[in-house]
């Protein structure tokens, strides 16, 4: 962590179009006083407070055999690193790519072990899966996990503050590219690019784990998930951007928590 105590903010503030400036996050501050940090365990880590321009690149659902490989390549080629939120049983599926996710120096963290929302179990069921989880992750890649996104961004304090126990740290996000329907590669890009601002986590995801909660009018993503990354990657470079991982963001700024408004439907 920075040293500075988190703030505080309404979402509202951080999903903005356009997208905020960054570094202006105290201004938006529920409180003017400091927030105990006992009530900021109840909130996720959204993005950090700050003018650099850097951003973290975030993917879930994974790792997947189809589309993982790709976007590793397209890292490895930029010298970049993501954070890769993964699922137990993804992981158990294709323990190969863990590894190679955590031997090519990105961040591996922990989603769950399947996409069920935490909010449709109790409390202890919850942690005890995730326990569970995370327990399988650390075994298959050799190291620990300390950062954790649920699934569609959904807790309850209960579970918030039994995943800080843990020692682990509840991630949000700050944007993301609506990569989880088909679109065209090029069109996806361009949505994750609005989104980003300095101090950013952009949400996008290397498989989609929940085909089931397809909308009528929606499709499964067909495009390349590794030419989205691509794309942003030179984008970010063209304007500035460095890219970091999520605990890096977190460790070297200001973190910025909020509460989940649900915006992973369109408006």
Known sequence: MSGQPPLLVRSREIWRVPAPPGGRFADAAMAPFPVPRS?????GVFCVDTTQRVVALSYDDGPHPAHTPGILDVFADAGAHATFFVLAEQARAHPGLVRRIVAEGHELALHGDDHTALTTLPDSEA???LARAREQVEQIAGRRVRLFRPPYGKHTAGQARGIRAMGMELVIWSSHAWDWIDAD????????????FPGGIVLLHDHRADP???GPHEALPT????????SLLQRLEAEGYS??????????HREVRSALRDR???E
Not at 223 to 230: E, G, L, P, S
Not at 243 to 252: M, Y
Request: glycine share 4%.
């Open 39 to 43: 009530l900021l365990r109840s909130f």
């Open 243 to 252: 890219v970091a991982t999520v605990g890096d963001l977190i460790a070297a």
């Open 127 to 129: 942690l005890t899966r």
């Open 185 to 196: 590669a090029a069109t996806v890009a361009r949505t994750a690019w609005e989104g980003v």
């Open 212 to 214: 089931q909660t397809l």
């Open 223 to 230: 495009f390349d998930k590794a030419d989205v990354a691509r």
């Open 264 to 266: 992973m439907r369109r």
